[in-house]
């Protein structure tokens, strides 16, 4: 009888214990003690107490308090709610070891107490198998980091400003295998690291398409603004975004794919139908990475770093004996120091390959490179390797697509013997010859010029434009 009672008061013990519970920021703030307090006008202030030795329990243990963070305790969740405004104050920081309902209708926005810019986290999900939904959310200052194993954060209509990395690398930061996660219709705007960043060893499915990105990584740490891993069994989709750089000497990449852990990767990363502009690098594909490159807009990827260093549309760089597997296709790469810069190896490196359309291998190139180049030498393709590489079926930045002026804009084996050879003809069937050769810039003032896009050009210098309905060349 006795054990009887005994393993009903257990029972009854775990009953309560499981219990969900979902907390808003007004119900943490009505807990003395927990750090969050509520104004007159509904503003709820997050403050830590740095001095704190021990951790304090409330509401019969679901909400825990320790010196840098409130932790909303496994399984129960956390809701924000429409015209919240959380402010915090150093180190401040919420962690919940549960769901983030934070699906709003018109928005809630966290920021930093005057002074505590520098030192605020924001929102922490830890954990295992929990969901994020947020939208319509502004973080100032703060940003979201997913510290939850097997989980999912589905990211819309926010806007990130000024992250001030307190919390990690990026504004939206992966730290645990995770699933399923979308990122799009966001803004990341003057962010001091990356906009979106994933652990150096964190497989996971991850959809980021539409966002708009300006001015972001201006530490001085060589981050991209969006730093991905390629490897596990769900797709990873990189698409429609605009990735706008700091415009200064920074190494702020655009986009970064990289997997230095060696995953297997059973579905390639998708980069495409991007707009990628004044960064150290527009799009970076490193290690045993297997990448896509389509469709994207690459120009004025220009900023040096140091001297002869940076300034690639796209970058390719392996240094470990692993096989970067990267397909770029159909991209526009327009004024940036050098249009493909190839590093360490080229291997499985396929940038056009024509010679078999029925071949697995098959890549109709369609790439277009314009005014690439710096000091006044023109550098479509650089190929930094021992490796041979194929770039077959694209449109070279010269008059004619002959091979003695493809030659003079691309630096391979003809160049430097211990450099792999580049395998450029036939160039792109579609766009041989050029129709015209200008002798010099000069332009009658009413005439519009267009770049291969369609892109009015105020000022041409030389490349390939459209004028008068003809492609021309300006030397």
């Not at 104004?39 to 704190?52: I, L, Q």
């Not at 970058?315 to 526009?332: A, K, L, Q, R």
């Not at 000022?459 to 492609?471: A, E």
Request: net charge negative.
């Amino acid at each position: 009888m006795k054990d009887r009672c005994l393993l009903l008061l257990l029972a009854v013990a775990c009953g309560v214990a499981v219990q969900a519970k979902v907390y808003t920021i007004h119900d943490l703030a009505q807990f003395p003690g927990t750090g969050i307090t509520a104004d007159e006008n509904g503003v709820c202030t997050v403050e830590m107490e740095s001095t704190k030795k021990d951790t304090s329990y409330f509401d019969e243990g679901r909400i825990a308090v320790t010196r840098n963070q409130i932790i909303i305790r496994e399984g129960n969740s956390f809701k924000l709610e429409d015209g919240d405004l959380i402010v915090f104050n150093l180190g401040g920081r919420i962690t919940i070891e549960g769901d983030i309902d934070a699906d709003l209708a018109i928005g809630a926005r966290l920021t930093a107490a005057e002074g505590a810019e520098g030192k605020v986290a924001g929102l922490r999900m830890s954990g295992t198998g929990h969901v994020a939904n947020v939208r319509n959310v502004t973080f100032e200052y703060v940003g979201l980091d997913n510290s939850c194993e097997d989980s999912q954060v589905i990211v819309r209509n926010c806007t990130f400003k000024y992250h001030n990395r307190y919390h990690g690398f990026g504004a939206i930061r992966f730290m645990r295998h995770n699933h399923g996660n979308v990122v799009e219709d966001s803004s990341f705007i003057d962010c001091v690291g990356a906009a979106v960043n994933v652990g150096g060893n964190v497989p996971g499915g991850l959809i980021v398409r539409n966002n708009i990105i300006e001015r972001n990584v201006s530490s001085s740490d060589p981050l991209p603004s969006f730093n991905l891993v390629s490897g596990g069994d769900e797709p990873i989709i990189i698409e429609n975004n605009r990735v706008i750089g700091p415009g200064t000497v920074t190494q702020a990449g655009g986009i970064c794919v990289t997997n230095f852990w060696n995953i297997p990767s059973e579905q390639p990363v998708i980069i495409r139908n991007n707009h990628i502009e004044g960064n150290y690098y527009g799009i970076c594909a490193s290690e045993n990475s297997h990448v896509f490159m389509e469709n994207n807009t690459i120009v004025n990827n220009n900023v040096i770093y140091t001297t002869g260093k940076g300034g690639y549309g796209i970058y390719v760089c392996n240094t470990t004996s692993d096989v970067c597997h990267t397909t770029i296709t159909g991209n526009h790469i327009e004024g940036n120091a050098v249009g493909i810069y190839i590093r360490y190896r080229g291997e499985n490196l396929n940038i056009g390959k024509t010679d078999d359309p029925t071949a697995s291998d098959y890549n109709p190139g369609k790439n277009v490179f314009v005014n690439n180049g710096r000091d006044g030498v023109l550098c479509d393709l650089w190929n930094d390797s021992p490796d041979n590489v194929y770039a077959q079926g694209n449109t070279w930045n010269v008059a004619e697509q002959t091979p003695e002026l493809i030659e003079t804009v691309i630096k391979h084996k003809t160049d430097d013997n211990t450099l792999g050879e580049v395998y450029f003809m036939p160039p792109n069937p579609d766009f041989v010859n050029i129709s015209e050769v200008l002798i010099d810039n000069e332009d009658d003032a009413d005439d519009t010029y267009y770049n291969i896009l369609g892109q009015p050009v105020a000022h041409p210098s030389h490349g390939i434009y459209i004028h008068h309905s003809k492609v021309i060349y300006i030397p």
